[in-house]
């Protein structure tokens, strides 16, 4: 544990899953975050971003944030297409990351991200390869719900066509986005439950969009299902969420 200086998380999700999103507010970032090479070279900006937007590119590189370089993240894009070559490419650096003996190289969580834009179709052909043909071992998997503000206009129109007027009372609205986000949870724990890797917990992470969002649920979570205290006592300290957390986790320890 004492030669491990940093937190390595893989995150996975189809395209525009709000990844680069949660990933700033984790590092308290507005910025994008830098590229390097695996053998730590910086790579041009400019030519990852377009790589990027399309959903490929390569899954060795690193993307840290100089706001909280404690963080190395790596983004995982294009398999849910179907390609086998990029399911075989994440699965080998999975398989490859989660047991080397080089212990700065390991990843310690993967954050699989999960749009609520696409709630009528949350678990897809993708979802499920991955959790039944992927086996992480001991890193645990969280499944992230992103972009679960979209349900606000779902739940107007549930409430108009239950014969609410437009001026519904914003509680009703809060109620009804809850009974939703409830519902495409529940769904969404069954089908993934029913896999032969299911995941380690589930987050659902709301106004993302706003820089002052929250995102101790998802650290909490991911310190939770982590298997080795040290890497527990790493992702704390690595943290910049709230001082709440530590202080959560020192009482308790």
Known sequence: MKNIKRFRV?????????????????????????????????????VVQGTLTRGYHNIENELIFQSNPGFVFHDSCGFEAGAAEEFD?????????????????????????????????????????????????????????????????????????????????QEKIVEKERELLEKWLAYIKHELGKCKFPPKGYVSLQKMHQESADCSALIQCTANVLNEEGLQRLLISTQQSTIALCVQYAVHK
């Open 10 to 46: 893989l995150v996975m999700g189809r395209a525009n899953a709000g990844k680069t999103t949660v990933l700033q507010r984790v590092c308290n970032s507005t910025e994008k975050p830098e590229i390097f090479d695996a053998k730590g070279n910086k790579i041009d900006g400019s």
């Open 89 to 169: 490419q994440m699965k080998d650096f999975v398989v490859d990351h989660a047991a080397t003996p080089r212990v700065n190289e390991r990843i310690h969580a993967i954050w699989f991200c999960i749009p609520m834009t696409d709630y009528h179709r949350t678990v897809t052909a993708a979802e499920l390869k991955f959790f039944n043909g992927c086996d992480t071992g001991h890193v645990p998997v969280i499944v992230l719900l992103t972009k679960v503000d979209t349900l606000n206009l779902d739940a107007i129109e549930e409430l108009e066509d239950e014969g609410w007027e437009m001026e519904v009372a």
